[in-house]
């Protein structure tokens, strides 16, 4: 598995994790490399995951009104946690990381709800993550 992938992962799980248990970016991540201290994890891996959740973490809120904003006939807090996550780590790299391409960003973000989630939150992510590019592209 390619390095930014994993660390998009890690990511998702240590958000999870951070909305869960209420607990800080920095908590979340403590608790996450402590849980997988027995494994050998890249540092390339580590630095990205933990630019992504506290990029997330930090720009929280303008992420979660540019999300509710695109997802018509849903609210924030009724949507499960974990695409709302999911939504969050691609949002944060379309607003924030003109280092990645959209494409990257939104297929990576896609990826991680089949994975994770289902078919159906797939095309959801994928939906809203089109209408944040295409609003910037504007």
Same mark, same amino acid.
């Given at each position: ?28 991540? &403590?608790? @996450? ?16 995951? $933990? #630019? !992504? ?36 780590? &691609?949002? @944060? ?16 973000? $896609? #990826? !991680? ?26």
């Amino acid at each position: 598995m390619r390095k930014r992938t994993l660390a998009r992962e890690f990511a998702l799980q240590v958000l999870y994790q951070a909305e869960i248990t209420h607990d800080s970016a920095d908590a979340a991540l &403590g608790n @996450f490399w402590q849980a997988h201290s027995d494994e050998e994890i890249e540092e390339q891996t580590k630095g990205f995951t $933990v #630019e !992504l959740v506290k990029g997330v973490m930090d720009s929280l809120e303008a992420i979660d009104a540019k999300i509710a904003a695109h997802a018509t006939n849903w609210q924030l807090k009724r949507m499960a946690v974990v695409d709302k996550n999911i939504l969050r780590i &691609g949002c @944060f790299e379309l607003m924030f990381r003109e280092d990645i391409p959209f494409k990257v960003s939104i297929n990576e973000a $896609v #990826e !991680l709800a089949k994975k994770y989630s289902s078919i159906e939150a797939s095309k959801f992510v994928n939906g809203i993550l089109d209408k944040v590019r295409q609003e910037k592209a504007e």
